[in-house]
């Protein structure tokens, strides 16, 4: 069992930055690949970026260039630092982990990020 807590969510200015931290613990982090999901209310849970165990990363086309995935093995942390932030970011994000390549396994309770223009 993985037990994620999401935090660094909060109000910010259009064209501000935000950074998101994911604590992990129950499972040997640095064999997890995490990931970081958004959903509004009322629509689907969409894909935001990825990092897999070996430190490559893939985002999705709505946030190349502004957001950036990381991770920090020593502190069982993974981190979304986004920038130049659109009100069309604000909402709920997800932190994810999974054991393999394919579906997530494991899911944190979500932080709020809210964006005001």
């Known amino acids: 069992q993985v037990q994620l807590v999401e935090s660094g969510g909060g109000l910010v200015q259009a064209g501000g930055s935000l950074r998101l931290s994911c604590a992990a613990s129950g499972r040997t982090f640095s064999s997890l690949n995490m990931g970081w999901y958004r959903q509004a209310p009322g629509k689907e849970r969409e894909f935001v970026a990825v990092i897999n165990w070996s430190g490559g990363s893939d985002y999705a086309d709505s946030v190349k260039g502004r957001f950036t995935i990381s991770r920090e093995n020593a502190k069982n942390t993974a981190y979304l630092q986004m920038s130049s932030l659109k009100p069309a970011d604000a909402t709920i994000y997800y932190c994810?982990?999974?054991?393999?390549?394919?579906?997530?396994?494991?899911w944190g309770q979500g932080t709020r990020v809210t964006v005001s223009s």
């Open positions: 994810s982990a999974a054991i393999g390549l394919g579906a997530v396994d494991y």
